[in-house]
């Protein structure tokens, strides 16, 4: 019997516990929409700062500053095992505080753990899409299709939440999401060390997609981190009134930035 068809049945007194990464193909619509179904996602199971403490200072003992404990929290975004790494490089770190401020997806223990758990499962397109989506703040379907050349990036994003791969939505509608910092973190720095110059390509496509769409802090951000010059031609190129919903505060941001 598939899991499925357990549920369907109207089992009295039973409970059924699932533990897994992917939802698969679960229908799980009519339950939860009877309130039968009790869900533990990411965000349940990631770390309060409390427990963040309770960690490095109680079962680790590494009596760390409050400030620490604070700025390790917010860089690991209450991931258990991000926090649980980042405590092996503090043990060894000569200065511990030096150490939590420059700790991110480039950190060896993240490299290892984050290219055997997550990215050796993936395959060559989704792992393509993930390195070249990495510079971008925020994903759409649009914006990743204009940004990569594809044309199935929302379908994509959709797997990736599914299968709860540090994708992180923004809304309830499932049109915007974020990745994970130092998921974001690890693959932007596998795409600016594979091609330099598919980076500049990548942060101008974003930058002409922004600039379409009359978002004009992220077109400027993206033309500067792709070509300096070409940020010039954007921000020369944007309507003030379309950029700045009519402000002048906006036409004079959009000044500012070029110079």
Known sequence: MS???????????VHVVVST?????????????????????????????????????GTVGLALAEEDVLL??????????????????????????TFLRSFGGSNRHIVDYLTEVVLESLTDEVRIFLVETSMLRSLTGPLCDAVT?????????????????????LDDERVGYRYHHLFAELLHQELRTRSPTRTRELHRAASRWHAG?????????HAIAGDQPHAAGVAAGLEPDRASGGSR???QRVAVADR
Do not use: M
Request: glycine fraction near 12%; charge should be negative.
């Open 3 to 13: 899991v499925d068809a357990l549920l369907d049945q109207p089992l009295q007194n």
């Open 21 to 57: 990464r992917s939802d698969g193909a679960l229908r799980l619509g009519r339950i939860r929409a009877s309130g039968g179904l009790l869900e533990l996602r990411g965000r349940e199971l990631g770390f309060t700062v409390e427990e963040t403490r309770d960690l490095l200072n």
């Open 72 to 97: 390790l929290h917010e860089r690991t975004e209450g991931w258990p095992a991000g926090v649980q790494l980042a405590s092996l490089g503090v043990r060894v770190a000569d200065d511990r505080s």
């Open 149 to 169: 050349g594809g044309e199935d990036s929302s379908e994509i994003l959709d797997d990736l939440e599914r299968n709860n791969l540090f994708l992180i939505p």
């Open 213 to 221: 769409a009359g978002n004009v802090d992220e077109a400027l951000a």
């Open 249 to 251: 505060e906006g036409a």
